[in-house]
């Protein structure tokens, strides 16, 4: 069984368009993250939720909204998408917010031409 | 400010050779530090963890011991393989409700 699933895995899009990365997780966990993943390997946390309420915020833009609508799901959403914006994203969950390790998803490559 | 600073790559080893890879952390009180692996085009797995000063973390043959007088958490495995080539990833967390991660290194293990 997978523990935390996103989807899709590849997406392709162009400049201006809206997007949106899924992400469930089966673990029972509380608290679920985005991370974004730039080419260079440099991991970034952007957001976080536990049971639904948002934690962190970081310095994101706010072209991108993530939604919970219960603890097991995490979406992302980007509007006007952006050259930049071209990165793996990757979702997290951990048992609670201050729990221990994250269990991470196998990352969405986005890629805006 | 609280932060991970791991060595930088890309380190190039021979099969059964011996690894080892920085850390060193800055952060107050006394963080959980981890060791997370990513095999290329997947995500990140907890490859070993240790949650108080002189804690060993072990796991596959990797080992890396919590140094709170150093500051460290320095990842070592006595042998490498081809299939440990990845990038690996030192990372803490403290009060803060967020996992802080390192640069990443990454290792690529010749036959």
């Known amino acids: 069984d997978t523990a935390v699933s996103q989807t899709p895995k590849y997406l392709v899009t162009q400049m201006g368009n809206d997007k949106s990365i899924k992400c469930e997780q089966n673990?029972?966990?509380?608290?679920m993250y985005w991370y974004k993943q730039d080419s260079k390997k440099f991991l970034k946390i952007m957001f976080s939720y536990n049971n639904k309420e948002l934690i962190i915020n970081e310095t994101v833009p706010n072209r991108f909204s993530p939604k919970s609508p219960d603890k097991a799901h995490l979406n992302l959403h980007i509007n006007s998408l952006e050259l930049g914006d071209s990165a793996v994203y990757f979702c997290?969950?951990?048992?609670?917010?201050?729990?221990?390790?994250?269990?991470f998803g196998q990352g969405t490559r986005l890629t805006v031409v | 400010g609280n932060s991970v600073t791991q060595m930088e790559g890309p380190v190039t080893l021979s099969e059964e050779a011996f690894l080892t890879i920085n850390c060193t952390y800055t952060a107050t009180g006394y963080p959980s530090l981890f060791w997370y692996v990513q095999y290329p085009g997947e995500g990140l797995q907890l490859l070993l963890k240790a949650t108080k000063a002189d804690d060993k973390g072990s796991n596959k043959g990797f080992e890396a011991t919590y140094r709170k007088e150093t500051t460290s958490f320095h990842l070592e495995k006595g042998s490498v393989q081809v299939s440990d080539s990845a990038v690996y990833f030192c990372a803490w967390r403290g009060s803060a409700r967020q996992l802080t991660f390192g640069s990443g290194t990454q290792l690529t293990v010749l036959p």
């Open positions: 997290a969950s951990s048992q609670d917010q201050y729990g221990t390790e994250a269990f």
């Open positions: 673990l029972g966990h509380d608290t």
